[in-house]
């Protein structure tokens, strides 16, 4: 506990720059500033390093890039390996678990060790890797990795700790997967081969024992070539020689035929009887065509032949289309019986796997479902019922069904919000889904003792929001809002105009902003359109009210710093007089004809529409063309529920809208916003032939258009994979300007300044036919942005070295000459609070705390009538002042403290439900309810603590008398990303800075004394995609999308990472092996029982020798001494095994008491019979014996 004693003063000598600027030894952390003081100020920081700690939580969604899939049948669970080295283990909901190989290496292979708790893992580096799985965090706990050969596939029979590896080459090694050492015993591919043979088989692409007999292995090469392999006598039995290319194999479970799958789309049966040729060949969509040949078909990428008791078998396979039929969808075919079924699929499969009863391949499989991956989704197929329905998916995995652009995260929310959305969001649901039980089951989960409810909000492309119930590290959608419902769609003669006007994704959203108390919920999409939404139970006929904004800044100013760069202009001066309120612009339609301006980008519906029960759009403002430009995207969003308003910003200025009264307030550029107060020197610039059009102007938000000349951005979904190949080096990062707003590459911030001026744009250019065809007035609208899939790539033939300096943002520094400026000053964050917008103020007032991309703080006062009739009629009046605060880099962030160091929470409206059926006994009024001490008359004299934090820079004001407390430089060679102001719900007085760095760190700063509590580099790159989505939240959580398809969520909280462990859930669950079925003596008798044998014989060291060490290198893993802990359970099975120990011990010295007891009884028994033939001899003489 350490207090903090500042200095406030009454500043009415103060100069500007001790009162708002940046001190002289600014570099150091929480540096106080000097001045007078009347009073002093005691605070008590609870905050201390050792309660944060940087952690991994849980990862949602579907797995990026799957390569391969494995179930384990009797723990019921599923895993799945991606390209990018990582493992994701399934169960019930609530039982997920994510791994990551640290090499990166793709999996190829997945294989559990079947009810032992451990999955084998083989990667495109040619390691395999024993995971343990017997606790919450699996470790590896051993690592063998191939020197020599390439591994192409693996088999692990049911019960054995022999495994089964397959190379390129064509041999068979054999891996111990207790102690991951290799075996001497070495199948070699000539050998199993014919020495008449001229050609290499190819690699192995399937191994298999026989369901008749352990000691046969069935070896199939890619060639076409089938072994069957006797390991006993380590020769082979017989030898197949087929024309086409072998992809997968099958066996029938009694073991005397299998079933093969070609590369022509065929699929062979053999006879373990007649092996010389197949006794069926079948071409499944291979129709006969007038010569008598089968058309060419796809490849048949697997097959699985399993039977029923019952019924016919079933033979399921991927693949196998005829080519001519070009434009099909992929498919997957279940031939039962003579019935044939195809099912299309949405995306190409990956792998597939047909789940059964039982483990064991000699008994009847009775298949109940079918897993198949897809490239982007997850589905089970119920094959009990005729129809093949789907299961419904338990796991969120179609967070990526649009890509996603934009991502919010609230902790701690109303309880009764999560019930409320499920309720609407369960009648919208679909239907048609089996009516059995999820088939993956394993595992077990239990609500953790320190839940409470927190929601994910997901913006997409195609305009969709999803709301999402994240409480105790689940994932499970609640609602889905289509925000595009509100615009009409192009019809007839407007579908040209309207591809004109916006490209492929014009409803994209770009950020978003929702008050869990009031349920008032706002969009802002790419269109430069913002959509106002209240929550109903009920629903309703309404029509949707537009406002048009015409906001522009018809000056091109260049701003050059002024002497006084850092100082900060603290003038009281006469409030600015606002504009007028600029009602809906009703164009007519002649000027919509014309050129283009004043016309919205999208048409909102002008008639009364029926809206369900859930968020029914109240209000939408559109941002309007002027003079043939598009509207410049926003910036800044943010509203209050108590005042009735919403404000909004971009590079041109900012708009205050009272959504109560459906009315604009405020509509002013940015210069006038300062008046008088500008601290810049903003200079007109000469007229050029050539007027640059305001859309070359990039704004660093999630709508980063660069300009065509040089950047083209890349938008397809399919791109995401290039993400990285076109990512610029750490150190070339490192070399440019301190204030580059880019990383690898990619402009991030929120707040870019306008596309440099460099050469014009003209006809003759290099990208003159790209923008003959785009258009004198076409918008640069591509397809979405998202975050997901953003790609920034520089053609190499613009690649000179001017345009590679100039392609990316100037150091805002003051020695940047002011002509190299050509800038526009964007408003980057907005802020409702009850403030004091003067010094002289004595209470707190409704104000807007406005922030700009130059580091600059304007506090906009504003005038709300209190009455709720009179708030409804009378106008809310603004009057700009000239108080200005100064930072270092863009704004991001603000927050308002009290004078304990408490968080003071902006006033908000509670929810009412306006389109309920009215009740005289309880008329809906408006109830405000305001967290903050400050309304009342005692304490709002106290004044107040502003936490504003920018790219570079975080400060502490004291307000009124606006004295900066303390200022700390957060980076010097990077830039801020996000910020938030956060609290630690564990710990009273827990109020914390939190900042996620462009160079991957993640800071934690004390409040308010800006105490550098935490600084981890947490990710070793950022992109894009992490830059936009990366967000803060309080109960020391975070999340960000960590590939285009998954979210990943992290904790900074010591408390949360120790009781991580009570909150995942148990892979793992010790099950009963199911016993195998009696065969009976008939079946046996006639040959038809499976033969066992000893593979430790054979394949031991004893037996086989050793492996050549140059063969394979065994690697211990780091979790060897942690699984065998986790395996007993941590401390809790430390006591156990000392308990059994102790019980084992007692029942030892039992038995040895016992045993010692019988000695003793029976030595009394002698000791009685050799007294009494004692006594009976004693007086008898010697001739009497």
Same mark, same amino acid.
């Given at each position: ?174 891996? #111990?997967? +207790? &102690? !991951? ?9 000539? *050998? /199993?081969?014919?020495?008449? @043979?001229? $050609? ?109 008791? #019952?019924? +016919? &078998? !079933? ?9 001519? *039929? /070009?434009?099909?969808?992929? @498919?997957? $075919? ?852």
């Amino acid at each position: 506990m350490k207090k903090f004693r500042k200095v406030l003063d009454g500043l009415t000598t103060s100069s500007p720059v001790n009162a708002g600027g940046s001190p002289a030894c600014g570099s150091a952390a929480g540096t106080p500033t000097a001045a007078p003081t009347p009073r002093e100020l005691d605070i008590q920081e609870t905050l201390m390093s050792e309660h944060f700690q940087i952690c991994k939580t849980v990862r949602h969604g579907f797995p990026y890039q799957p390569t391969a899939l494995t179930f384990d049948p009797v723990q019921k669970i599923l895993a799945i390996g991606s390209r990018s080295g990582g493992v994701r283990i399934l169960g019930r909901p609530g039982v997920d678990c994510f791994c990551q190989h640290e090499s990166g290496a793709a999996v190829l292979q997945l294989q559990f060790l079947i009810n032992e708790g451990a999955l084998v893992t083989a990667c495109a580096d040619d390691t395999l890797h024993l995971w343990n799985l017997r606790q919450r965090r699996p470790a590896i706990l051993h690592s063998l990795k191939f020197n020599r050969e390439r591994i192409t596939f693996c088999h692990l029979p049911f019960q054995s700790k022999w495994l089964y590896v397959g190379t390129e080459r064509g041999n068979t090694h054999i891996v #111990n997967v +207790e &102690s !991951f050492i290799l075996s001497g015993y070495v199948i070699m591919w000539n *050998k /199993a081969i014919e020495l008449s @043979t001229k $050609t290499h088989p190819g690699p192995i692409v399937h191994l298999s024992d026989s369901p008749k007999d352990e000691g046969k292995l069935l070896i199939g090469f890619e060639s076409g070539t089938i072994v069957m392999w006797d390991l006993r006598s380590k020769r082979a039995d017989f030898r197949i020689y087929y024309d086409e290319a072998i992809h997968s194999v099958s066996w029938h479970h009694e073991g005397r035929q299998f079933m093969c799958s070609h590369s022509d789309g065929s699929l062979s049966m053999w006879n373990l009887r007649n092996t010389a040729k197949p006794f069926q060949v079948t071409f499944p969509h291979g129709k006969s065509q007038r010569d008598g040949r089968k058309e060419s078909c796809k490849p048949i990428l697997k097959v699985e032949y399993k039977t029923c008791r #019952n019924s +016919e &078998s !079933f033979v399921i396979f991927s693949g196998g289309l005829s080519y001519d *039929k /070009a434009g099909r969808r992929p @498919t997957l $075919t279940i031939m039962h019986g003579k019935a044939i079924t195809v099912l299309e699929m949405d995306h190409p499969i990956v792998e597939f796997l047909v789940l059964c009863e039982t483990p064991y391949l000699n008994e009847v499989q009775e298949p109940y479902a079918a897993v198949v991956l897809l490239e982007k989704d997850l589905i089970v197929v119920d094959l009990t019922q005729s129809s093949f329905p789907i299961f419904e998916n338990p796991y969120p995995m179609d967070i990526h069904e649009s890509p996603v652009t934009c991502t919010a995260y609230f902790a701690d929310c109303p309880p009764d919000i999560i019930p409320v959305l499920y309720s609407i969001g369960a009648k919208h649901k679909k239907t048609g889904y089996s009516h059995k039980e999820w088939p993956v089951s394993g595992g077990t989960w239990t609500v953790g003792s320190q839940s409470y409810p927190e929601i994910i909000i997901t913006g997409h492309a195609d305009g969709s929001i999803k709301f999402w119930d994240a409480t105790a590290i689940t994932l499970q959608m609640l609602y889905k809002l289509k925000t595009s419902k509100v615009f009409e769609k192009p019809k007839g003669s407007e579908t040209a105009r309207g591809a004109e006007l916006v490209e492929e994704d014009p409803y994209a959203v770009q950020m978003v902003s929702w008050c869990p108390q009031s349920r008032i919920f706002c969009v802002v999409g790419i269109s430069a359109h913002i959509i106002l939404y209240c929550f109903s139970r009920h629903d309703s006929n309404t029509a949707i009210t537009s406002l048009e904004v015409r906001l522009q800044c018809e000056v091109e100013d260049v701003i050059s710093p002024s002497d006084t760069e850092n100082a900060v202009c603290l003038m009281d001066a006469g409030g600015h007089s606002p504009q007028p309120p600029s009602p809906r612009g009703n164009t007519p339609d002649g000027a919509r004809d014309g050129a283009r301006d004043s016309i919205p980008c999208l048409k909102v519906k002008d008639r009364v529409i029926r809206m369900p029960p859930g968020y029914q759009a109240e209000l939408v403002v559109q941002l309007l063309w002027v003079d043939g430009e598009p509207p410049q995207q926003i910036t800044s969003l943010d509203l209050n529920s108590a005042y009735g308003l919403l404000a909004l910003g971009n590079c041109n200025g900012l708009v205050v809208v009272d959504y109560l009264q459906k009315t604009i307030i405020l509509c002013m550029t940015t210069l006038e916003l300062y008046g008088s107060a500008d601290p810049f020197q903003r200079l007109t610039r000469s007229p050029r032939k050539n007027r640059q059009s305001t859309s070359e102007f990039c704004m660093r938000g999630l709508s980063n258009f660069y300009s065509d000349s040089k950047k083209r951005i890349r938008t397809s979904y399919q791109s995401l994979t290039e993400l990285s190949d076109n990512q610029v080096s750490l150190d070339q990062e490192r070399s440019k300007s301190p204030t580059s707003d880019h990383v690898n590459g990619h402009c991030t911030s929120p707040t870019s300044q306008a596309c440099p001026p460099g050469r014009p744009r003209v006809p003759g250019g290099p990208e003159g036919p790209r923008l003959a065809r785009r258009g004198p007035g076409r918008p640069p609208f591509r397809k979405a942005q998202s975050a997901a899939c953003m790609e920034v790539s520089l053609p190499v033939s613009f690649l000179t070295e001017e345009s590679r300096e100039n392609s990316f943002s100037r150091s805002r520094s003051s020695s940047v000459s002011s002509i190299d400026r050509d800038t526009k000053e964007a408003v980057t964050t907005l802020h409702f609070a009850e403030s004091y917008g003067r010094r002289s103020d004595v209470l707190p007032a409704p104000c807007l705390w406005v922030g700009t991309s130059l580091g600059l703080v304007l506090i906009v006062p504003m005038s709300i009538p209190t009455d709720e009739q009179e708030r409804m009629e009378e106008p809310v009046t603004i009057a700009p002042t000239s108080t200005v605060l100064m930072l270092k880099g863009s704004v991001l962030r603000f927050s308002f403290l009290d004078c304990t160091g408490g968080l003071i929470h902006s006033p908000h409206e509670a929810w009412r439900d306006t389109h309920a059926p009215d009740d005289p006994e309880r008329p809906r009024r408006r109830r405000l309810v305001n967290f903050s001490p400050c309304f009342s008359q005692e304490a709002g004299g106290d004044g107040h603590l502003a936490v504003v934090c920018s790219e570079r820079q975080a400060k502490v004001f004291f307000m009124p008398s606006q004295a900066c407390l303390y200022v700390h430089n957060i980076t010097e060679s990077s830039f801020v990303l996000r910020a938030d102001v956060v609290a630690i719900s564990n710990i009273s007085n827990s109020v914390c800075l939190a900042c996620f760095c462009a160079n991957g760190h993640i800071m934690i700063l004390s409040l308010p004394s800006l105490r550098p509590l935490l600084d981890v580099h947490y990710l070793p790159l950022t992109d894009m995609r992490i830059a936009r989505t990366f967000c803060f939240t309080n109960g020391g959580q975070a999340l960000y999308l960590s590939s285009p398809t998954e979210i990943q969520r992290i904790t900074y909280s010591q408390e949360m990472c120790d009781n991580l462990q009570e909150m995942l859930g148990e892979l793992f669950t010790p099950t009963d092996t199911p016993e195998a079925q009696n065969r009976g003596f008939l079946k046996g008798f006639f040959g038809g029982n499976t033969q066992t044998f000893d593979r430790e014989e054979l394949f031991g060291e004893a037996a086989a020798g050793k492996a050549s060490r140059s063969l394979a290198q065994h690697i211990p893993g780091q979790g060897s001494v942690e699984g065998v802990r986790a395996a007993a359970g941590g401390a809790v099975g430390e006591l156990a095994r000392a308990r059994i120990a102790l019980d084992e011990r007692g029942q030892r010295l039992g038995e040895l008491e016992e045993r010692t007891a019988l000695m003793m009884a029976s030595a009394e028994t002698f000791s009685k019979h050799a007294h009494e033939l004692m006594l009976k001899c004693k007086d008898k003489k010697w001739y009497q014996f």
